[in-house]
């Protein structure tokens, strides 16, 4: 039986973070210092996060392109804000 954090989507007094977000870049990090300075598939990145989380791909795009400050394009390329 799954277990679900009612807290798990709170923001971190800290630094305004939830768990998703924190691990999103958490993965980043690791993955950046391993591809060091390329860019990072984000197919790879998922791969990483759902190591960790449970996660539609939908919910990981939403998260990660308000972190990183890009919109995702219906003809697939990315704009930032």
């Not at 709170?10 to 980043?28: Q, S, V």
């Not at 950046?32 to 790879?44: A, D, H, L």
Request: proline share 4%; aromatic share 8%; hydrophobic share 30%.
């Amino acid at each position: 039986m799954v277990t679900i954090d009612p807290f798990e989507n709170i923001p971190d007094a800290r630094d305004g973070l939830n768990k998703k977000e924190r691990i999103i870049l958490y993965c980043l990090e690791r993955a950046q210092k391993e591809f060091e300075g390329r860019n990072v598939p984000t197919i790879s990145l998922y791969g990483r996060v759902v190591e960790h989380i449970d996660i539609s791909e939908e919910e990981f795009q939403t998260i990660l392109s308000r972190l990183v400050g890009g919109t995702r394009n219906s003809d697939g390329s990315q704009s930032y804000v």
